[in-house]
C-alpha cells in the first residue's frame, strides 16, 4: 500500500463514521497531511452540516501550514452551492497545493466539476486512488445518481423448512413469529438506521402490526414505505401513528388529517416495481430495505431489481405456512449470530 492509498484508506475509515446519518449526501472522509503527519482530519456528519474537507481544515491548529500540506478526499470536492459553500473554494482559498481523490462524484452538479476547478487554480490534482473502495463506500449515493433508484437490500427470515411464517389461526392476535434469536433482531434494527427507507407489503401490516422503527438500536428510524392497493390496512396500525414519515402506495388515497404520511396512487394493473422506484426517487429515498412479505420481496426478485440480499435461517420448523421467495442462492457469504445462518448475497457483483 502506497502513501495515497494509505491516507485515503483513512478517509473512508472516517467517512464511515456517517453512515445513517448523512442522506441525502454521500459519506466523506478528508485527512490534511503534512511532512508525513496528519494535520487535520474529519468527515461528513449531516446533511446541512460542514463537509468533511471543512470539517478537516477546521481541525488543523496551524492553518500556515496548510499552504505547503496534501489534501486527501474519498469523493470529489463539491463545486456548487447547496445548504453550504463549495469544499472547492475552500481548498482553493486555503492555497492547498495537493488535492488527492478517491473517486469523481456522480451526482450531475458536481461530476468532474470540482476537479477541474482545483486544476484551473493550479492545485495538483490525482484522482482514482482506491477507486473501487471509495465506490463501494458510497454504494447508495451510486446507485441513486446512476441508475435513478435507491439502493434495495431484500431481507428476510425463513424457517429450516423454508416457511416465512406459520400458518395463521383464526382471531389470531396480530404480532410477529419470531424466527430468529435477540441478537439477530438488534442486528435487523441497526440495517433499518443505516437505510433511508424501510418497505413492506399489505399483508405483513395485517398479520404482524409492526412499528418498522429501531427501537433496539439508537439511531434514525427510516421513512416506512407500505403497500396497501385497496386500503385494507386498520387504521389504528403503527404504520398510521404518524410517528415518522410513511409513504403508502394505494390504488385510491383516502382523505385523511395526517401531517407525516403521504398516499401515493399506483396503477396496480401494470407492474409496479418501476412505479414504487420512481415515486422514491422523487422523494430523494437513497436507499431501502425491503423486509417483506412473500408477494412484495419476490417482485423485486423476479424483475431482477436488488443489489443486496440478506436473509436468515432461523433454528425452528413450521410444517406449513406461507413460503420463503424462490430466489437463486449463489455467491453467498456465511455467517452464523447464534444458532442463526446468515446468508449475504451481492446481486451483480
Not at 171 to 193: A, C, D, F, G, M
Amino acid at each position: 500500500m502506497n502513501t495515497n492509498e494509505k491516507y485515503i484508506k483513512r478517509c473512508i475509515e472516517l467517512a464511515k463514521n456517517g453512515l445513517g446519518t448523512t442522506f441525502p449526501n454521500p459519506m466523506v472522509g478528508s485527512v490534511i497531511v503534512y511532512e508525513g503527519k496528519i494535520i487535520g482530519e474529519g468527515w461528513h456528519k449531516k446533511a446541512g452540516g460542514p463537509h468533511a474537507e471543512v470539517n478537516a481544515v477546521n481541525s488543523v491548529k496551524d492553518k500556515s501550514l496548510l499552504k505547503k500540506a496534501t489534501i486527501y478526499v474519498s469523493l470529489e470536492p463539491c463545486s456548487h452551492f447547496g445548504k453550504t459553500p463549495p469544499c472547492c473554494d475552500l481548498i482553493i482559498a486555503n492555497e492547498i497545493p495537493n488535492v488527492i481523490v478517491g473517486t469523481v462524484d456522480p451526482n450531475e452538479k458536481v461530476a468532474g466539476n470540482g476537479i477541474k476547478k482545483l486544476i484551473a487554480a493550479g492545485a495538483n490534482v490525482v484522482v482514482g486512488v482506491l477507486e473501487k473502495e471509495c465506490n463501494e463506500l458510497n454504494k447508495r449515493f451510486f446507485t441513486f445518481h446512476q441508475k435513478k433508484r435507491p439502493y434495495i437490500i431484500l431481507k428476510w427470515a425463513e424457517s429450516q423448512d423454508g416457511f416465512l411464517a406459520p400458518e395463521k389461526e383464526i382471531n389470531q392476535e396480530r404480532k410477529p413469529v419470531w424466527i430468529t434469536n435477540t441478537y439477530s433482531r438488534q442486528l435487523v434494527h441497526k440495517w433499518r438506521s443505516e437505510e433511508q427507507a424501510i418497505l413492506v407489503g399489505t399483508q405483513t401490516v395485517v398479520d404482524d402490526n409492526p412499528k418498522l422503527n429501531v427501537r433496539d438500536w439508537s439511531a434514525n428510524n427510516p421513512v416506512r414505505v407500505v403497500l396497501d392497493q385497496n386500503n385494507r390496512i386498520a387504521k389504528d396500525s403503527f404504520v398510521f401513528d404518524d410517528s415518522v414519515k410513511t409513504i403508502v402506495f394505494t390504488k385510491s388515497p383516502i382523505t385523511n388529517n395526517y401531517t407525516n404520511t403521504l398516499f401515493e396512487v399506483l396503477d396496480f394493473d401494470q407492474n409496479i416495481v418501476p412505479q414504487i422506484l420512481a415515486v422514491l426517487y422523487q422523494n430523494q429515498i437513497q436507499s431501502i430495505i425491503i423486509e417483506g412479505g412473500l408477494q412484495t420481496l419476490q417482485s423485486f426478485i423476479d424483475e431482477d431489481v436488488w443489489d443486496e440480499a440478506r436473509i436468515f435461517v432461523g433454528n425452528t420448523t413450521f410444517g406449513k405456512g406461507t413460503k420463503a421467495p424462490i430466489f437463486s442462492k449463489k455467491n453467498i457469504e456465511k455467517t452464523y449470530i447464534e444458532k442463526d445462518e446468515l446468508l449475504n448475497i451481492r446481486n451483480h457483483d
